[in-house]
């Protein structure tokens, strides 16, 4: 357990500062420990492989200052177990709105959904302002096309790793542009 600690406070070290091969070593240390960890709250499989690259690209976002202990592994299985009962409950509360939503209309049938066409030129212009095309069709794929990562990945012939960088980059070009408005 010690020389664990050890290990780790050697490779949070290194991590801080910038070395990606420290990186791959915790990832390849605890990515399957954390997915089991994650399935045990959501039975899906596709979902609990995103919480955990998330934690992993929340560690490498956060590397020069978030992780003081070197006990890397309670952070690592605090953010998953966090962002898990956070998509529980997400799951929960979408299931609930179509619920209520459905019964909404059953009960007034002349209701008539509202015109999003100012909603969808506004996203057709941010998703414009992402200057790598890749990234752009890349962001469309999982979320418009709603692909999944790993079908997006065998597709375009690139490691998930790779989309999950261009979806991050992505999607603060959008966080950036929405604040804006």
């Not at 212009?125 to 979320?143: D, G, N, V």
């Amino acid at each position: 357990m010690l020389e664990d600690n050890h290990e780790n406070a050697q490779l949070i070290d290194q991590l801080r500062g910038d070395d990606l091969s420290a990186f791959n070593e915790l990832y390849k240390k605890y990515r399957k420990a954390l997915f089991i960890y994650a399935f045990r709250y959501i039975k899906d499989e596709e979902v609990c492989y995103e919480l955990v690259h998330d934690a992993f690209i929340y560690l490498w976002q956060k590397r020069s200052g978030a992780i003081k202990d070197p006990n890397i592994n309670s952070y690592l299985y605090s953010f998953v177990k966090s962002r898990s009962l956070n998509y529980l409950r997400d799951q929960r509360n979408k299931k609930l709105n179509e619920h209520l939503t459905s019964q909404e209309l059953a009960e007034h049938p002349d209701y008539e959904l509202e015109d999003h066409s100012d909603t969808t030129t506004i996203l057709k212009e941010a998703l414009s302002s992402i200057p790598s095309p890749a990234t752009r069709h890349i962001f469309e794929m999982r979320f418009i096309d709603e692909m999944s990562y790993k079908d997006i990945a065998l597709s375009k012939s690139i490691s998930i790793n790779t989309v999950y960088v261009h979806i991050n980059s992505a999607l603060k070009i959008l966080r950036s542009k929405f604040k804006k408005i």
